[in-house]
């Protein structure tokens, strides 16, 4: 083998080296996608304990002031807290990447509003649930969890997300305990 042949060996695991250092350091890299019918992360930032709303639909909705569709959500989000009640659904806003100034400006603006704004400044609540953009809405069921995953949808798309919301209540909570089987004959 010639010299370009070790050096192509010695590329190559360089290469792999590195792609590994990376999927190491970097936990986002790492970990698989949030999809429908896994655990969501157990936590919303360091206050929220999202075992504390077990039974509850809970929705997690990431948005920031700057995005049209997201605006919109809050104001129809707000009035299904207010109509549903605490004791079936649970709303976390969370204000995804915007400074910490904005944010506290817009909860001073939305304090009438009855949902629960959670600041995400730095994005670290948004790695956890995999948001890359907004709006991003994930779902949680009764049973904990995840029912639904929505991503960049539109403002058009709203009411049938407010939609699947109630249904999901309409729904009995899904239990660990096995089904019974049906005779076919």
């Given at each position: 083998?010639?010299?370009?042949?070790?050096?192509?060996?010695?590329?190559?695991?360089?290469?792999?080296?590195?792609?590994?250092?990376?999927?190491?350091?970097?936990?986002?890299?790492?970990?698989?996608?949030?999809?429908?019918?896994?655990?969501?992360?157990?936590?919303?930032?360091?206050?929220?304990?999202?075992?504390?709303?077990?039974?509850?639909?809970?929705?997690?909705?990431?948005?920031?002031?700057?995005?049209?569709?997201?605006?919109?959500?809050?104001?129809?989000?707000?009035?299904?807290?207010?109509?549903?009640?605490?004791?079936?659904?649970?709303?976390?806003?969370?204000?995804?990447?915007?400074?910490?100034?904005?944010?506290?400006?817009?909860?001073?603006?939305?304090?009438?509003?009855?949902?629960?704004?959670?600041?995400?400044?730095?994005?670290?609540?948004?790695?956890?649930?995999?948001?890359?953009?907004?709006?991003?809405?994930?779902?949680?069921?009764?049973?904990?969890?995840?029912?639904?995953?929505h991503v960049g949808y539109s403002e058009g798309e709203?009411?049938?997300?407010?939609?699947?919301?109630?249904?999901?209540?309409?729904?009995?909570?899904?239990?660990?305990?096995?089904?019974?089987?049906?005779?076919?004959?």
């Amino acid at each position: 083998m010639g010299p370009f042949g070790q050096l192509t060996r010695f590329a190559r695991a360089k290469a792999l080296l590195l792609v590994l250092g990376l999927l190491v350091a970097t936990p986002g890299l790492a970990s698989e996608t949030l999809k429908v019918g896994d655990m969501p992360p157990p936590r919303i930032g360091r206050s929220v304990k999202l075992s504390d709303y077990r039974g509850k639909i809970v929705v997690i909705s990431f948005w920031a002031s700057w995005c049209p569709p997201c605006r919109k959500e809050m104001a129809l989000l707000a009035g299904l807290q207010k109509a549903a009640t605490r004791d079936k659904l649970v709303i976390f806003a969370v204000n995804w990447r915007q400074d910490a100034d904005t944010f506290w400006k817009i909860k001073k603006a939305l304090s009438g509003v009855d949902l629960t704004l959670i600041s995400d400044s730095n994005g670290y609540i948004g790695e956890e649930y995999d948001v890359d953009a907004i709006p991003h809405m994930v779902i949680v069921g009764r049973d904990g969890r995840i029912a639904a995953i929505h991503v960049g949808y539109s403002e058009g798309e709203i009411p049938a997300l407010v939609k699947e919301i109630n249904s999901l209540w309409l729904q009995a909570p899904q239990t660990s305990a096995p089904q019974p089987v049906s005779n076919p004959h």
